[in-house]
């Protein structure tokens, strides 16, 4: 079964090449140029695998709207497409819980292919062309299992979460780095390959999620070291 988009975007020219491409690749498109209609169709239950927003709409902010598709369905993949290049929009969209964020102009192959990513991500897409050796490692302990390949948490007798690509590297380098004082700089170089004020703000909303998923656990705990930076505690774990 084809998954299912719906692409918001109010160009003309890019909504129409974006869903006949997205069709040809063997996606089921609906297309709106107005951000009320979508959320009126998510509202009557109409499911979507993915939701493709652009943040300029002329009638609802999308970042508004991707608050509304959460309230509707907390479950939803949802993908920015913006022409603003700020990282702090970047870091709100992420905040809100936003897959991806990609900007105009651009490669349509790359749109492509960042969907099938996210896609993969709740199991609904599998394809030779997007998938390498899976690197598939099981972290666990008492109450807490983290699944590498499946891109999934799961705490307790809670259902699994699926995680962000980005959340999973940052959870991995934790579990890698247990019990150990973090510097911020080492973390950001080695998870996010950059070290600036703005993608220090977003580790912070990254690691905000991660504590609220885990803070169930008995086992695990984020801490802050003052000036320094994290430590991921550790008290028992199956490597």
Not at 7 to 32: A, C, I, P, R
Not at 127 to 149: C, I, K
């Amino acid at each position: 079964m084809s998954a299912r988009i719906l692409l918001v975007e109010d160009e003309l020219d890019l909504g129409n090449v974006v869903k006949q491409y997205l069709e040809l690749k063997g996606f089921e498109v609906t297309w709106m140029q107005r951000g009320k209609p979508a959320v009126e169709l998510l509202v009557s239950k109409v499911h979507y695998d993915l939701v493709i927003l652009d943040i300029q709409l002329p009638d609802m902010n999308g970042f508004e709207i991707a608050e509304q598709i959460k309230m509707i369905n907390k479950d939803i993949f949802f993908l920015f497409l913006t022409s603003r290049n700020e990282k702090k929009d970047r870091i709100y969209g992420l905040d809100i819980g936003a897959e991806d964020y990609i900007t105009k102009p651009f490669d349509i192959d790359e749109l492509i292919l960042r969907i099938k990513v996210i896609l993969r991500r709740s199991g609904l897409f599998n394809d030779a062309e997007t998938h390498t050796v899976p690197h598939n490692v099981l972290y666990q302990t008492s109450d807490v299992s983290f699944d590498t390949s499946l891109m999934q948490l799961v705490v307790g007798n809670q259902k699994p979460i699926v995680l962000t690509q980005r959340e999973v590297d940052l959870l991995e380098y934790f579990f890698t780095h247990k019990n150990k004082v973090l510097k911020r700089d080492e973390i950001l170089t080695a998870v996010w390959g950059e070290n600036d004020y703005f993608m220090g703000r977003s580790l912070d909303v990254f690691i905000s999620r991660l504590r609220k998923i885990l803070s169930q656990s008995s086992t695990i705990r984020i801490e802050n070291i003052y000036g320094v930076g994290f430590i991921f505690k550790l008290e028992d774990s199956n490597p």
